[in-house]
């Protein structure tokens, strides 16, 4: 069994930054995949970006490209989600989750889920 907690939300102001971390325990870290999705109210959940299991390739939604960065350390199984130059339409729940596939952006390969973690950025 795998289990991924989240942490490292809150609340900020436009323009600030945040780093969101995601520990994986249980088997897999070293060969998944891993990504961050988002969903905010009202809305479908959607990808954010995704790291391969060596931590080298990356994939980035159009919309976080140069203002959020993933990495992935094997070491301490955990998963980073960089975020600078937030937006107020970055409010959202964000979730890590991990994926048997090399690298991918579909909700549906993705097996195990954290429960997310709040972010909120005011205007």
């Known amino acids: 069994q795998v289990q991924l907690v989240e942490s490292g939300g809150g609340l900020v102001q436009a323009g600030a930054s945040l780093r969101l971390s995601c520990a994986v325990f249980g088997r897999g870290f070293g060969t998944d995949s891993m990504g961050w999705f988002r969903q905010a109210p009202g809305k479908e959940r959607e990808f954010v970006t995704a790291v391969d299991s060596t931590g080298i390739r990356t994939l980035y939604a159009d919309f976080v490209k140069g203002r959020f960065t993933i990495s992935k350390d094997n070491t301490r199984k955990t998963v980073f989600l960089q975020m600078n130059s937030l937006k107020p339409e970055d409010t959202a729940v964000y979730l890590c989750?991990?994926?048997?596939?090399?690298?991918?952006?579909?909700?549906?390969?993705?097996?195990?889920w954290g429960q997310g973690t709040q972010v909120t950025v005011s205007p």
């Open positions: 989750a991990s994926s048997w596939e090399t690298l991918t952006s579909r909700t549906e390969a993705y097996n195990y």
